[in-house]
Protein backbone atom coordinates (compact mmCIF):
# COMPACT_ATOMS: atom_id res chain seq x y z
CA UNK A 1 0.00 0.00 0.00
CA UNK A 2 1.65 3.34 -0.90
CA UNK A 3 2.03 6.08 1.69
CA UNK A 4 0.02 8.56 2.24
CA UNK A 5 0.78 12.55 1.59
CA UNK A 6 3.17 14.47 3.69
CA UNK A 7 1.98 17.65 4.81
CA UNK A 8 4.62 20.23 5.20
CA UNK A 9 4.34 23.59 6.45
CA UNK A 10 6.92 26.17 3.77
CA UNK A 11 7.14 29.56 4.26
CA UNK A 12 6.37 31.05 0.79
CA UNK A 13 9.48 33.92 1.08
CA UNK A 14 12.45 31.81 1.94
CA UNK A 15 11.63 28.17 1.53
CA UNK A 16 12.10 26.95 4.74
CA UNK A 17 10.24 23.88 5.92
CA UNK A 18 8.37 23.68 9.16
CA UNK A 19 6.50 20.33 11.08
CA UNK A 20 3.65 22.64 12.24
CA UNK A 21 2.30 26.37 11.07
CA UNK A 22 3.45 29.27 13.11
CA UNK A 23 2.98 32.79 12.51
CA UNK A 24 6.21 33.47 11.55
CA UNK A 25 8.96 32.09 9.79
CA UNK A 26 12.25 32.21 11.86
CA UNK A 27 13.89 32.08 8.42
CA UNK A 28 13.77 34.99 7.27
CA UNK A 29 11.58 37.06 9.76
CA UNK A 30 7.78 36.88 7.29
CA UNK A 31 5.09 36.61 8.65
CA UNK A 32 2.02 35.15 7.44
CA UNK A 33 3.78 33.17 4.51
CA UNK A 34 3.56 29.86 6.24
CA UNK A 35 1.30 27.82 4.32
CA UNK A 36 0.79 24.06 4.14
CA UNK A 37 1.62 22.10 1.18
CA UNK A 38 0.91 18.55 0.57
CA UNK A 39 4.16 15.53 -0.68
CA UNK A 40 4.28 13.23 -2.19
CA UNK A 41 6.15 10.00 -1.13
CA UNK A 42 8.54 8.89 -2.99
CA UNK A 43 8.08 5.91 -5.07
CA UNK A 44 9.44 2.55 -3.50
CA UNK A 45 12.77 1.16 -5.29
CA UNK A 46 13.72 5.02 -6.52
CA UNK A 47 17.51 4.26 -5.67
CA UNK A 48 17.31 0.50 -6.58
CA UNK A 49 19.85 -0.02 -9.61
CA UNK A 50 18.93 -1.63 -12.62
CA UNK A 51 21.37 -4.32 -15.10
CA UNK A 52 21.92 -2.70 -17.51
CA UNK A 53 21.52 0.92 -16.37
CA UNK A 54 24.92 2.38 -16.36
CA UNK A 55 26.63 6.33 -16.41
CA UNK A 56 28.00 6.69 -19.46
CA UNK A 57 30.98 8.68 -19.05
CA UNK A 58 33.46 10.86 -20.96
CA UNK A 59 37.06 11.70 -21.01
CA UNK A 60 38.00 15.02 -19.85
CA UNK A 61 40.52 15.82 -22.21
CA UNK A 62 37.98 15.41 -25.40
CA UNK A 63 37.11 18.29 -27.75
CA UNK A 64 33.78 19.36 -27.37
CA UNK A 65 32.45 21.88 -30.12
CA UNK A 66 31.90 25.68 -29.34
CA UNK A 67 27.99 26.15 -28.99
CA UNK A 68 26.75 29.49 -31.10
CA UNK A 69 25.48 32.05 -29.08
CA UNK A 70 22.76 33.87 -30.03
CA UNK A 71 23.67 37.70 -30.25
CA UNK A 72 20.61 39.58 -29.77
CA UNK A 73 22.62 43.17 -31.03
CA UNK A 74 21.33 44.99 -28.05
CA UNK A 75 24.98 45.54 -26.31
CA UNK A 76 24.43 46.00 -22.96
CA UNK A 77 22.64 42.48 -22.66
CA UNK A 78 24.91 40.48 -24.44
CA UNK A 79 27.69 41.71 -22.53
CA UNK A 80 25.89 40.65 -19.09
CA UNK A 81 25.46 37.66 -20.40
CA UNK A 82 28.65 36.83 -21.68
CA UNK A 83 28.54 37.76 -25.46
CA UNK A 84 25.23 36.20 -26.12
CA UNK A 85 22.43 33.35 -25.01
CA UNK A 86 23.78 29.93 -25.12
CA UNK A 87 21.48 27.14 -26.52
CA UNK A 88 19.98 25.44 -23.95
CA UNK A 89 20.50 27.43 -20.83
CA UNK A 90 18.01 28.99 -18.70
CA UNK A 91 18.48 32.30 -17.71
CA UNK A 92 16.64 33.83 -14.70
CA UNK A 93 15.70 37.38 -14.33
CA UNK A 94 14.58 39.41 -11.23
CA UNK A 95 13.54 42.82 -10.19
CA UNK A 96 11.08 45.12 -8.66
CA UNK A 97 7.31 45.19 -10.46
CA UNK A 98 7.06 47.70 -13.03
CA UNK A 99 11.19 48.30 -13.42
CA UNK A 100 11.29 47.02 -17.23
CA UNK A 101 11.78 43.09 -16.80
CA UNK A 102 8.71 42.65 -19.56
CA UNK A 103 9.85 45.53 -21.77
CA UNK A 104 13.61 44.81 -22.15
CA UNK A 105 12.48 40.93 -22.64
CA UNK A 106 10.28 41.88 -25.11
CA UNK A 107 12.61 44.18 -27.03
CA UNK A 108 15.23 41.09 -26.83
CA UNK A 109 13.08 38.17 -28.60
CA UNK A 110 11.90 41.00 -31.23
CA UNK A 111 15.60 41.87 -32.25
CA UNK A 112 16.25 37.91 -31.60
CA UNK A 113 13.35 37.29 -34.35
CA UNK A 114 14.66 40.08 -37.06
CA UNK A 115 17.41 37.71 -37.03
CA UNK A 116 15.67 34.94 -37.90
CA UNK A 117 15.78 33.16 -34.34
CA UNK A 118 12.17 31.11 -33.97
CA UNK A 119 11.17 33.33 -30.70
CA UNK A 120 7.84 32.36 -28.54
CA UNK A 121 6.40 34.60 -25.45
CA UNK A 122 4.30 32.83 -23.03
CA UNK A 123 3.33 35.17 -20.56
CA UNK A 124 0.92 34.00 -17.42
CA UNK A 125 -0.35 37.23 -16.46
CA UNK A 126 -1.23 39.81 -19.42
CA UNK A 127 -3.41 38.64 -22.18
CA UNK A 128 -2.15 38.28 -25.79
CA UNK A 129 -3.65 41.56 -26.73
CA UNK A 130 -1.84 43.51 -23.65
CA UNK A 131 1.47 42.24 -24.63
CA UNK A 132 0.73 43.26 -28.90
CA UNK A 133 0.30 46.62 -26.93
CA UNK A 134 3.61 47.00 -25.33
CA UNK A 135 5.04 46.10 -28.64
CA UNK A 136 3.13 48.65 -30.82
CA UNK A 137 4.00 51.00 -27.70
CA UNK A 138 7.93 50.23 -28.55
CA UNK A 139 7.57 50.09 -32.29
CA UNK A 140 7.98 46.32 -32.42
CA UNK A 141 4.50 44.98 -33.75
CA UNK A 142 5.93 43.68 -36.66
CA UNK A 143 8.32 41.24 -35.09
CA UNK A 144 7.78 37.31 -35.82
CA UNK A 145 7.51 36.41 -32.35
CA UNK A 146 4.53 33.96 -31.10
CA UNK A 147 2.18 34.78 -28.40
CA UNK A 148 0.56 32.99 -26.20
CA UNK A 149 -1.03 33.30 -22.86
CA UNK A 150 -0.60 30.06 -20.95
CA UNK A 151 0.12 28.92 -17.30
CA UNK A 152 -0.29 25.10 -17.93
CA UNK A 153 3.73 23.76 -17.83
CA UNK A 154 1.67 20.16 -19.41
CA UNK A 155 1.18 22.75 -22.56
CA UNK A 156 3.95 24.65 -22.62
CA UNK A 157 6.36 21.87 -22.22
CA UNK A 158 4.17 20.25 -25.61
CA UNK A 159 4.85 23.17 -27.39
CA UNK A 160 8.42 23.34 -27.03
CA UNK A 161 8.69 20.31 -29.93
CA UNK A 162 6.96 20.23 -33.26
CA UNK A 163 4.74 17.05 -34.72
CA UNK A 164 8.43 15.40 -35.42
CA UNK A 165 9.78 15.49 -31.81
CA UNK A 166 12.15 18.32 -32.78
CA UNK A 167 12.41 21.57 -30.95
CA UNK A 168 9.50 24.24 -32.32
CA UNK A 169 11.38 27.08 -31.03
CA UNK A 170 14.78 28.37 -30.31
CA UNK A 171 13.80 30.96 -27.44
CA UNK A 172 11.38 30.70 -25.32
CA UNK A 173 9.92 33.92 -22.50
CA UNK A 174 8.22 32.56 -19.43
CA UNK A 175 6.57 35.41 -17.56
CA UNK A 176 6.32 34.95 -14.75
CA UNK A 177 7.54 31.66 -13.13
CA UNK A 178 4.92 32.44 -10.16
CA UNK A 179 2.13 32.44 -12.58
CA UNK A 180 3.22 28.53 -14.36
CA UNK A 181 1.82 25.34 -12.15
CA UNK A 182 2.02 21.70 -12.97
CA UNK A 183 -1.32 19.81 -12.27
CA UNK A 184 0.19 17.08 -10.99
CA UNK A 185 1.25 18.84 -8.08
CA UNK A 186 -1.66 20.01 -5.34
CA UNK A 187 -0.91 23.10 -4.58
CA UNK A 188 -2.07 26.42 -5.55
CA UNK A 189 0.55 28.34 -8.55
CA UNK A 190 3.18 30.66 -6.90
CA UNK A 191 3.86 28.48 -4.02
CA UNK A 192 7.48 26.97 -3.62
CA UNK A 193 6.18 23.65 -4.46
CA UNK A 194 4.81 23.95 -7.82
CA UNK A 195 7.49 27.17 -8.50
CA UNK A 196 10.27 24.32 -7.85
CA UNK A 197 8.53 21.97 -9.66
CA UNK A 198 7.45 23.78 -12.57
CA UNK A 199 11.19 25.56 -12.90
CA UNK A 200 12.59 21.95 -12.96
CA UNK A 201 9.84 20.64 -15.37
CA UNK A 202 10.68 23.91 -17.76
CA UNK A 203 14.66 23.75 -17.60
CA UNK A 204 14.46 19.82 -18.14
CA UNK A 205 12.60 19.86 -21.77
CA UNK A 206 14.72 22.76 -22.61
CA UNK A 207 18.00 21.64 -22.40
CA UNK A 208 16.80 18.38 -23.96
CA UNK A 209 15.15 20.44 -26.61
CA UNK A 210 18.20 22.94 -26.98
CA UNK A 211 15.93 25.76 -26.16
CA UNK A 212 17.24 29.06 -24.56
CA UNK A 213 14.86 29.70 -21.48
CA UNK A 214 14.36 33.15 -20.36
CA UNK A 215 12.47 33.22 -16.98
CA UNK A 216 10.96 36.09 -15.02
CA UNK A 217 10.91 35.90 -11.61
CA UNK A 218 8.94 38.04 -8.73
CA UNK A 219 11.26 39.61 -6.07
CA UNK A 220 10.72 39.93 -2.42
CA UNK A 221 10.33 43.45 -0.16
CA UNK A 222 14.39 42.96 0.18
CA UNK A 223 15.03 42.53 -3.53
CA UNK A 224 15.91 38.85 -3.91
CA UNK A 225 14.18 36.41 -5.71
CA UNK A 226 11.23 35.01 -4.72
CA UNK A 227 10.55 31.08 -3.72
CA UNK A 228 13.35 28.81 -2.76
CA UNK A 229 17.17 29.64 -3.42
CA UNK A 230 17.04 26.12 -4.72
CA UNK A 231 15.46 28.08 -7.95
CA UNK A 232 18.17 30.05 -8.54
CA UNK A 233 20.89 26.86 -8.32
CA UNK A 234 18.64 25.01 -10.95
CA UNK A 235 19.22 27.71 -13.78
CA UNK A 236 22.29 28.90 -15.13
CA UNK A 237 22.07 32.54 -15.17
CA UNK A 238 21.07 34.70 -13.00
CA UNK A 239 20.34 38.60 -13.30
CA UNK A 240 18.86 41.44 -11.36
CA UNK A 241 17.17 43.89 -12.99
CA UNK A 242 17.67 47.29 -11.04
CA UNK A 243 16.81 50.47 -10.54
CA UNK A 244 15.02 53.43 -8.58
CA UNK A 245 11.96 54.68 -10.02
CA UNK A 246 12.78 58.29 -9.75
CA UNK A 247 15.38 57.50 -12.12
CA UNK A 248 15.23 56.51 -15.61
CA UNK A 249 18.83 54.31 -15.66
CA UNK A 250 17.76 50.95 -15.38
CA UNK A 251 20.76 48.64 -14.45
CA UNK A 252 21.19 44.92 -15.26
CA UNK A 253 23.58 42.80 -13.00
CA UNK A 254 24.20 39.79 -13.51
CA UNK A 255 25.05 37.47 -10.32
CA UNK A 256 25.32 34.36 -11.77
CA UNK A 257 26.21 32.73 -14.60
CA UNK A 258 27.55 29.17 -16.27
CA UNK A 259 29.09 31.02 -19.37
CA UNK A 260 30.66 34.18 -18.64
CA UNK A 261 31.30 36.61 -16.41
CA UNK A 262 29.64 37.27 -13.10
CA UNK A 263 28.78 40.68 -11.64
CA UNK A 264 28.53 42.41 -15.12
CA UNK A 265 26.41 44.78 -15.51
CA UNK A 266 24.30 46.49 -18.60
CA UNK A 267 22.98 50.29 -18.03
CA UNK A 268 19.79 51.02 -19.77
CA UNK A 269 17.68 54.24 -19.77
CA UNK A 270 13.78 54.18 -19.54
CA UNK A 271 12.75 56.31 -22.26
CA UNK A 272 9.33 56.17 -23.92
CA UNK A 273 10.02 53.75 -26.93
CA UNK A 274 11.33 51.34 -24.10
CA UNK A 275 15.17 50.74 -22.87
CA UNK A 276 17.50 52.25 -24.58
CA UNK A 277 21.51 51.12 -24.33
CA UNK A 278 23.57 53.50 -22.69
CA UNK A 279 27.18 53.25 -23.95
CA UNK A 280 29.32 55.50 -21.98
CA UNK A 281 27.40 55.34 -18.19
CA UNK A 282 30.22 57.11 -16.72
CA UNK A 283 29.53 60.13 -18.80
CA UNK A 284 25.87 59.90 -17.78
CA UNK A 285 26.07 59.30 -14.23
CA UNK A 286 28.17 62.43 -14.10
CA UNK A 287 25.93 65.10 -16.47
CA UNK A 288 24.65 66.62 -13.89
CA UNK A 289 27.55 67.16 -10.72
CA UNK A 290 27.66 70.77 -9.36
CA UNK A 291 31.29 72.04 -9.53
CA UNK A 292 32.50 73.44 -6.05
CA UNK A 293 30.15 72.08 -3.62
CA UNK A 294 31.12 70.34 -0.53
CA UNK A 295 30.90 66.74 0.32
CA UNK A 296 30.80 65.69 -3.44
CA UNK A 297 33.47 62.50 -4.46
CA UNK A 298 34.15 60.79 -7.97
CA UNK A 299 34.65 57.42 -7.67
CA UNK A 300 36.57 55.30 -9.88
CA UNK A 301 34.73 52.14 -9.76
CA UNK A 302 34.47 48.93 -11.09
CA UNK A 303 31.70 46.94 -12.52
CA UNK A 304 32.79 42.92 -13.73
CA UNK A 305 34.82 44.11 -16.01
CA UNK A 306 33.93 47.32 -16.96
CA UNK A 307 35.05 50.89 -15.29
CA UNK A 308 32.53 52.86 -14.03
CA UNK A 309 32.81 56.40 -12.27
CA UNK A 310 30.08 57.47 -10.13
CA UNK A 311 29.47 60.37 -7.89
CA UNK A 312 29.12 59.69 -4.01
CA UNK A 313 27.75 62.71 -2.38
CA UNK A 314 27.50 63.27 1.57
CA UNK A 315 25.47 65.88 3.86
CA UNK A 316 26.84 66.37 7.71
CA UNK A 317 24.60 68.53 9.60
CA UNK A 318 24.50 68.79 13.35
CA UNK A 319 21.85 66.59 15.26
CA UNK A 320 18.47 67.40 16.73
CA UNK A 321 17.94 64.27 18.37
CA UNK A 322 19.45 62.16 20.85
CA UNK A 323 20.38 59.49 18.31
CA UNK A 324 22.36 60.82 14.68
CA UNK A 325 20.20 59.89 12.22
CA UNK A 326 22.25 57.84 9.32
CA UNK A 327 20.55 57.94 5.86
CA UNK A 328 22.24 55.79 3.01
CA UNK A 329 21.21 55.41 -0.73
CA UNK A 330 22.75 53.14 -2.70
CA UNK A 331 26.04 52.30 -0.43
CA UNK A 332 25.90 49.56 2.48
CA UNK A 333 24.83 51.12 5.90
CA UNK A 334 26.88 48.92 7.70
CA UNK A 335 30.05 50.30 5.93
CA UNK A 336 29.07 53.54 6.66
CA UNK A 337 29.18 53.00 9.78
CA UNK A 338 32.75 51.30 10.12
CA UNK A 339 33.90 54.48 8.14
CA UNK A 340 32.09 56.80 10.36
CA UNK A 341 34.10 54.50 13.35
CA UNK A 342 37.55 54.81 11.77
CA UNK A 343 36.90 58.54 10.96
CA UNK A 344 36.57 59.37 14.93
CA UNK A 345 38.84 56.58 16.31
CA UNK A 346 41.99 56.92 13.94
CA UNK A 347 41.53 60.71 12.61
CA UNK A 348 39.93 62.63 15.38
CA UNK A 349 37.37 63.38 13.43
CA UNK A 350 34.24 64.00 15.28
CA UNK A 351 30.69 62.48 13.97
CA UNK A 352 29.10 61.01 16.78
CA UNK A 353 26.89 64.28 17.61
CA UNK A 354 25.88 64.48 13.22
CA UNK A 355 23.39 63.29 11.33
CA UNK A 356 25.50 61.83 7.80
CA UNK A 357 23.26 61.73 4.69
CA UNK A 358 24.70 59.47 1.97
CA UNK A 359 23.69 59.16 -1.68
CA UNK A 360 25.26 57.66 -4.65
CA UNK A 361 24.03 59.79 -7.69
CA UNK A 362 22.45 58.03 -10.09
CA UNK A 363 20.09 55.38 -8.76
CA UNK A 364 23.30 52.94 -9.36
CA UNK A 365 24.14 50.55 -6.59
CA UNK A 366 28.02 50.16 -5.20
CA UNK A 367 28.91 47.43 -3.65
CA UNK A 368 32.93 46.71 -4.12
CA UNK A 369 35.29 47.80 -1.07
CA UNK A 370 36.92 50.70 -3.53
CA UNK A 371 34.12 52.91 -2.19
CA UNK A 372 35.82 53.39 1.05
CA UNK A 373 38.17 56.09 0.36
CA UNK A 374 35.51 57.71 -1.97
CA UNK A 375 32.77 57.82 0.60
CA UNK A 376 35.15 58.93 3.82
CA UNK A 377 36.49 61.90 1.48
CA UNK A 378 33.35 62.97 0.32
CA UNK A 379 32.07 62.78 4.21
CA UNK A 380 35.42 65.26 5.99
CA UNK A 381 34.48 67.55 2.38
CA UNK A 382 30.85 67.74 3.56
CA UNK A 383 32.10 68.45 7.42
CA UNK A 384 34.96 70.90 6.60
CA UNK A 385 33.12 72.68 4.05
CA UNK A 386 36.19 72.40 1.06
CA UNK A 387 35.00 71.20 -1.86
CA UNK A 388 37.27 67.95 -3.34
CA UNK A 389 38.82 68.97 -6.63
CA UNK A 390 36.44 68.53 -9.63
CA UNK A 391 38.88 66.91 -11.82
CA UNK A 392 40.17 64.14 -8.99
CA UNK A 393 38.98 60.91 -8.96
CA UNK A 394 39.58 58.75 -5.58
CA UNK A 395 39.69 54.86 -4.89
CA UNK A 396 40.90 53.01 -2.35
CA UNK A 397 38.96 50.00 0.67
CA UNK A 398 39.58 51.37 4.08
CA UNK A 399 40.47 48.81 7.32
CA UNK A 400 39.70 48.94 10.42
CA UNK A 401 43.05 50.42 11.54
CA UNK A 402 42.31 53.49 9.20
CA UNK A 403 45.07 52.26 6.65
CA UNK A 404 44.03 52.35 2.73
CA UNK A 405 44.27 49.23 1.36
CA UNK A 406 44.78 48.54 -2.69
CA UNK A 407 41.61 48.07 -5.30
CA UNK A 408 41.71 45.49 -7.80
CA UNK A 409 42.91 47.13 -11.85
CA UNK A 410 43.79 50.22 -10.83
CA UNK A 411 45.08 50.95 -14.12
CA UNK A 412 41.83 50.46 -16.22
CA UNK A 413 39.97 52.99 -13.82
CA UNK A 414 42.51 55.69 -14.44
CA UNK A 415 42.39 54.75 -17.73
CA UNK A 416 38.19 55.63 -18.17
CA UNK A 417 39.01 58.49 -15.33
CA UNK A 418 41.76 60.10 -18.22
CA UNK A 419 38.97 59.53 -21.00
CA UNK A 420 36.74 61.80 -19.35
CA UNK A 421 39.31 64.51 -18.69
CA UNK A 422 40.26 64.15 -15.04
CA UNK A 423 43.34 65.03 -14.15
CA UNK A 424 44.22 63.99 -10.68
CA UNK A 425 43.47 60.70 -8.64
CA UNK A 426 43.65 59.98 -4.98
CA UNK A 427 44.77 56.05 -4.98
CA UNK A 428 46.37 53.61 -2.19
CA UNK A 429 49.66 53.68 -2.09
CA UNK A 430 51.38 51.23 -3.80
CA UNK A 431 53.84 48.56 -2.07
CA UNK A 432 57.34 49.59 -4.17
CA UNK A 433 56.58 53.15 -4.21
CA UNK A 434 58.85 55.77 -2.56
CA UNK A 435 57.11 58.96 -3.57
CA UNK A 436 53.55 60.26 -2.52
CA UNK A 437 53.19 62.03 -5.94
CA UNK A 438 53.83 60.96 -9.83
CA UNK A 439 52.36 60.49 -13.10
CA UNK A 440 50.29 57.91 -14.48
CA UNK A 441 50.16 56.50 -17.68
CA UNK A 442 47.36 58.27 -18.80
CA UNK A 443 49.13 61.68 -18.02
CA UNK A 444 47.11 62.13 -14.75
CA UNK A 445 48.83 63.08 -11.33
CA UNK A 446 48.34 60.36 -9.17
CA UNK A 447 48.78 61.21 -5.52
CA UNK A 448 49.47 58.62 -3.13
CA UNK A 449 47.54 57.43 0.47
CA UNK A 450 48.95 54.73 3.24
CA UNK A 451 46.34 55.96 6.09
CA UNK A 452 43.53 57.73 6.14
CA UNK A 453 44.35 60.82 8.22
CA UNK A 454 46.72 61.61 5.50
CA UNK A 455 43.18 62.77 3.77
CA UNK A 456 42.06 64.47 6.30
CA UNK A 457 44.88 66.64 6.76
CA UNK A 458 44.06 67.83 2.96
CA UNK A 459 41.17 69.46 4.10
CA UNK A 460 40.97 72.25 7.05
CA UNK A 461 40.27 71.34 10.83
CA UNK A 462 36.67 70.16 11.56
CA UNK A 463 34.99 72.81 13.22
CA UNK A 464 34.16 72.79 16.88
CA UNK A 465 31.33 72.84 19.05
CA UNK A 466 31.70 76.67 20.08
CA UNK A 467 31.67 77.20 16.19
CA UNK A 468 28.57 75.35 15.73
CA UNK A 469 27.08 77.41 18.28
CA UNK A 470 28.26 80.55 17.22
Known amino acids: MAKAAKANYICQSCGSVYPRWIGKCESCGEWNTITEERVEAAPKGLGTAKKGNVIRFEDLKAESPDLPRAVSGIGEFDRVTGGGLVPGSAVLIGGDPGIGKSTILLQLVCTLANKNTKCAYISGEEAVDQVRMRAKRLGLANSPVDLASATNVRDIVTSMS ?126 ERADNVPGSAVLAGLEGSRPVLVEIQALVAPTSYSTPKRAVVGWDSNRLSMILAVLEARCGVMMSGQDVYLNVAGGLRITEPAADLAVATALISALSGDPVPKDTVIMGEIGLAGEIRHVPQPDLRLKEAAKLGFKSAFVPKPAKSKNNKGASDHGMTVEHFERLEQVTRLFKKTPSRHEYEE
Not at 163 to 184: E, F, L, N, P, W
Open 162 to 287: DAMGSKAYDVMVIDSIQTMYVDTVDSAPGTVTQVRTATQELIRNAKRLGVTLLIVGHVTKEGAIAGPRVLEHMVDTVLYFEGDRGHQFRILRGVKNRFGPTDEIGVFEMAGAGLIEVQNPSALFLS
